[in-house]
Structure formats: structure tokens, C-alpha cells
């Protein structure tokens, strides 16, 4: 089995290594392929992924190359995890929107939306070599924004399945704290990318036992600190949001706490300076702990599970039921076919199948709508371009939805983006 990973260079990748190294009985890979621009990262990451697989006792091959088509040739499945600018674009979508008075983020709001228009082309023209290479290849994407960036994917008809780590966080941390395995934990998982509400925590599966009214009077403090939102949030809620509803739930006190603090870009950066001289210790064979403070927790375990899934056969993991972002079809009613949305799913070779949601409290209904209607209007700027198509994703966009404001958030968005938007 041939893995591919565009992106290979990222300071994410050595935990993706792990993943491969510590499940490769679920997930047995033969060649894993590490491509990327950035050939003198590319090299540090390489080497300390072949130190962690010797140390695993993982008889795979890994190399690395900066040349794309030759990379996925013969992939059996494709992980795309790229940031198009890198952290540099990444600190602009988390500064310029705050002088419009609106949140910062590289993954929702007007930031949100400039690394959509920066990224879809991108991700499109490596899907469609990927698909000249290897037409059987899956694309697993991890990019962000995953939802739109999928949605671009299954639009122009190529087997992709949209990945985040949202999710398997949640399930790692209700069980410890249940004190349950992570595979008795099935959640009522329910929304879009970077936007959804876990409506149950469920002992076994889908039809088990729903512990989230326990789990809320038990340790409803503890995850409400977590999500830095008031208890009783969750507590009127009945629910647990995912930490990117405090965007929504509490927009104005996240732009002032933004205002008065460094930046999460400045921090990631600088955390990837260190993580990189790291790297380049030739006695280092496993991922460092500060790699924690980076991101993508259980990025690695969501990765194998879904591959795992997606590729098996007989002797990988097989069909099973994960969360994954994927086309809705029916799942959610009031949202068309075609939008991707982030469920439970039915995963085997064919690809994900969403299971059966129950009927949504409009409170949640409503905003998943909203978000759908912009994630719609931003595909069309990022696919088309244009000034007035941008200012109509913005402008529908729930954290933004004023002409003065959304005038603003396109001329800033326009000014910072000029290199990577070929029409600007």
C-alpha cells in the first residue's frame, strides 16, 4: 500500500508518522511518499519520519520529493494538509479582519474565507494530477477550510473524503473522563466543518445508552473550561458545541481578547522554529511533546482509521463509523445535496455514506443554514473570483452581515491576497 502526503513538510507531519508507525497493523503501508516545495524542511521532516519508523520497529519505506506528479504515482490514497502562504498568510487572516471589528481566525470569518480563495485552486490543480496519476487514488483532505475545500473536491467529481480532528477529541476526552475505552464512545455528532454540536455521547454505538446528560452534571465545569465558554452555556444548551462556537456565541469578547494579545499565527510560528531544530537532531526518533502545543491532536489515529477504512481489504481496517466531512444528501433537510456536511458515516471502499440524523432544534438548524448559504457564496468566489462575489461570501457570513463591515473585510481581504489570487 502507497500513501502520498502533499503537505509533507508541515511540522504536523511527524505526528501523522506516529500514527502510521503505532497502528501499522491496522493500516499496513509499504511506501509512504513525503512531498513538498520546501525541500530543506522536507529533508529535517524526512529524516526524523525514517528514524521514528526504524524505532517502531515499521518496516515501510519513506522518501521524500518535491515533485508532485511523481510522488502520487501509484498512491493508493492521497492526505492533503497545505497552508498556501504558509504562517505569514495565516498571521494577516487573523489581524486585518480585527480592524473591521470582526474576529481574526484562519479557519472561519473573513480570514476564514481568504484562505478558501487561496487554497481551493491550489488543492483543485493537485486533485486533478492526482487523478491523471492514479485515478483509484482516495484524497483524504485535512487542508482547511476543510468543508469547502471537499466540497470543491466532490464537486469536480474526485473520490475525496473531508477529515478533522474536532470529532475524535471530543471522543478521546469523554471517555477518560467516563472512564471508558475511545471505541465504546459513539457520538451524535452533527454539523459543518468547524461548526457543529455534539447532541449525544452515546455507550457503543449509534443506538447505545446517551451518557451527555451524565457527562454534562459531572464534568460539565471542566468542559466548559475547556471551550471557554460560561457553564451555563452548556447547561441551558443540553449540548456540547464545538470550541468554534465560541466565535459565534461570543463574537464581541473574542475580538477583544484578539485585540490585546499576540496572535495564534506569531505563536505557531515561532513553536515551528523550535520543532524544526528539533527535527534536525539525528538522535531524535519519536515526535517531541511540544508537537502537543502545535495542534492536530488524534490527527494521526483519525488519519489511519479513515485510510484504513477507505483502502480495505481484508487486510487493512475495513468498513467502519466515523465522523468525516462529506456530501450531505438528504442527512440534513434543509440543506442542499451537494453541501458537504460533517456527520457520523458509513466508511468503506465506495466511500462515506452519512448515517441518519435526527430532526435539529432550530437553534442549530438556523446557523448550520447560514453557514451553508456563505460556504456556498465562497466556493463560487474561490472557484470564480471577482470583487462582488467576494463581498457576497462575506456579507452572508453570520460573523460579518453588514455593508459597511463587509465593504471593508473585501478591499483589506483583496490587498493582503494579491499573490495568490491570480484575478485580483
Same mark, same amino acid.
Given at each position: 500500500m502507497k500513501l502520498a502526503v502533499v503537505g509533507g513538510?508541515?511540522?504536523?507531519?511527524?505526528?501523522?508518522?506516529?500514527?502510521? !508507525? *503505532? @497502528? #501499522? %497493523?491496522?493500516?499496513?503501508?509499504? $511506501?509512504?511518499?513525503?512531498?513538498?516545495?520546501?525541500t530543506e524542511r522536507l529533508e529535517l521532516i524526512g529524516g526524523l519520519a525514517r528514524r521514528i519508523f526504524a524505532r517502531q520497529g515499521h518496516p515501510g519505506l519513506i522518501t521524500t520529493t518535491s515533485d508532485l506528479d511523481a510522488g502520487v504515482a501509484g498512491a493508493d490514497a492521497v492526505l492533503l494538509q497545505l497552508?498556501?502562504?504558509?504562517?505569514? !498568510? *495565516? @498571521? #494577516? %487572516?487573523?489581524?486585518?479582519?480585527? $480592524?473591521?471589528?470582526?474576529?481574526?481566525?484562519?479557519?472561519?470569518?473573513?480570514g476564514g474565507l481568504a484562505k478558501a480563495l487561496r487554497t481551493v485552486p491550489v488543492v483543485l490543480d493537485i486533485a486533478e494530477r492526482v487523478?491523471?496519476?492514479?485515478?483509484?487514488?482516495?484524497?483524504?483532505?485535512?487542508?482547511?477550510?476543510?468543508?469547502?475545500?471537499?466540497?470543491?473536491?466532490?464537486?469536480?467529481?474526485?473520490?475525496?473524503?473531508?477529515?478533522?480532528?474536532?470529532?475524535?477529541?471530543?471522543?478521546?476526552?469523554?471517555?477518560a473522563l467516563l472512564d471508558l475505552a475511545p471505541a465504546d464512545i459513539h457520538l451524535d455528532h452533527v454539523g459543518l466543518n468547524h461548526l457543529t454540536w455534539e447532541l449525544g455521547v452515546r455507550r457503543g454505538g449509534p443506538d447505545g445508552e446517551d451518557l451527555l446528560p451524565r457527562l454534562l452534571a459531572?464534568?460539565?465545569?471542566?468542559?466548559?473550561?475547556?471551550?471557554r465558554l460560561p457553564r451555563a452555556v452548556l447547561d441551558r444548551l443540553g449540548v456540547v458545541p464545538s470550541y468554534y462556537l465560541r466565535y459565534f456565541y461570543a463574537h464581541d469578547e473574542v475580538v477583544r481578547e484578539l485585540a490585546t494579545k499576540p496572535s495564534r499565527a506569531a505563536e505557531v510560528a515561532a513553536m515551528e522554529r523550535?520543532?524544526?531544530?528539533?527535527?534536525?537532531?539525528?538522535?531524535?526518533?519519536?515526535?517531541?511533546?511540544?508537537?502537543?502545543r502545535r495542534g492536530g491532536a488524534f490527527y494521526s489515529e483519525a488519519a489511519v482509521d479513515l485510510a484504513a477504512s477507505l483502502l480495505g481489504d481484508g487486510t487493512a481496517g475495513g468498513p467502519a463509523v466515523q465522523v468525516v466531512n462529506t456530501l450531505n444528501n438528504g442527512t440534513l433537510p434543509f440543506l442542499p445535496d451537494d453541501a458537504v456536511v460533517e456527520v457520523q458515516a458509513r466508511v468503506d471502499g465506495s466511500g462515506a455514506r452519512p448515517l441518519a440524523v435526527p430532526a435539529l432544534d432550530p437553534l442549530y438548524a438556523g446557523l448550520i443554514a447560514h453557514v451553508a448559504a456563505y460556504e456556498d457564496l465562497a466556493l463560487d468566489a474561490a472557484l470564480r473570483g471577482g470583487r462582488e462575489r467576494v463581498f457576497r461570501a462575506l456579507l452572508a457570513h453570520p460573523l460579518v452581515g453588514q455593508f459597511d463591515r463587509a465593504e471593508g473585510l473585501t478591499d483589506r481581504l483583496l490587498a493582503h491576497n494579491k499573490e495568490h489570487l491570480a484575478w485580483a
Open positions: 513538510g508541515s511540522t504536523y507531519t511527524p505526528e501523522l508518522i506516529d500514527g502510521f !508507525a *503505532r @497502528l #501499522q %497493523d491496522t493500516l499496513p503501508v509499504s $511506501e509512504l511518499v513525503l512531498i513538498d516545495p520546501a497552508r498556501i502562504g504558509g504562517q505569514a !498568510a *495565516r @498571521l #494577516q %487572516d487573523e489581524t486585518w479582519p480585527l $480592524e473591521c471589528g470582526c474576529v481574526g481566525q484562519e479557519t472561519t470569518g473573513a487523478r491523471r496519476a492514479s485515478p483509484d487514488a482516495w484524497i483524504i483532505d485535512f487542508t482547511n477550510p476543510v468543508g469547502i475545500v471537499t466540497r470543491a473536491l466532490l464537486q469536480a467529481g474526485h473520490k475525496a473524503v473531508g477529515l478533522c480532528n474536532v470529532a475524535i477529541g471530543f471522543q478521546r476526552k469523554f471517555a459531572g464534568h460539565g465545569e471542566a468542559i466548559a473550561g475547556d471551550l523550535e520543532l524544526l531544530a528539533l527535527y534536525g537532531d539525528p538522535a531524535l526518533d519519536e515526535k517531541p511533546a511540544l508537537l502537543a
